[in-house]
């Protein structure tokens, strides 16, 4: 059944807007935490020549992106796939970006290196990872809209909240990839583009 994310549309234009440069030239996108699956067919309908891989952990939004697909009758977009970026095999090959959106701040810290070790098993040198979410910069207070989100998030769950740049660089430089991009976007969110070292 197809689920709806209102933000999606919200923040959909300005995403592509960073994505299609990031993923100039690339094949093969994975979409890590597709949610709904409305990113997914609008990037896969924006970016014709990409092949759009949508996946997420959970069976719901497994079938709310299947719906969404169904109804685009988008080539480009393949059927979603089940993925936990902590297990060891993420199940599939030949990818050459991987677009993780509104994930990691809304799970537990220890994902965050969960996504980078996967990707750096998959990716081929100066294939990026996009990111798209809040963030805590240094020596920077929250915006307070971003405050009172994550005293929310971490009312629902302890170990998630709104991570810290520099951690998250810290750990995606351990397993090999190097920050090369970040963009500021509306309601206080952030672009952030790390490169597979090569
Ligand atoms: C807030 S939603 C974001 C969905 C979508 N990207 C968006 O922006 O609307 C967070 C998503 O992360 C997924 N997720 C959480 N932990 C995950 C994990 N370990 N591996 C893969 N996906 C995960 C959830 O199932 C959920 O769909």
Redesign the pocket.
Known sequence: MKRR?P??ERNRTFILDVLSKVLAGRERALE?????GE?AVFFAQSLPSVVWQPT???DV?IGSIDAWRADSGLQNLLPARR????EADWGVSNIDAIVC???IH??PWA?TRALFKGAAKLLPPGAPVYLYGPYRFPDEPLAPSNQSFDASLRQRDSTWGIRDIDEVTTVAREEGFERVQVTAMPANNHSVVFNRAG
């Open positions: 994310a933000a999606t890590i935490a597709s949610g709904t990113h997420d952990l959970d939004s993925l936990d970026v902590c959106i509104n994930m809304i799970a994902v």
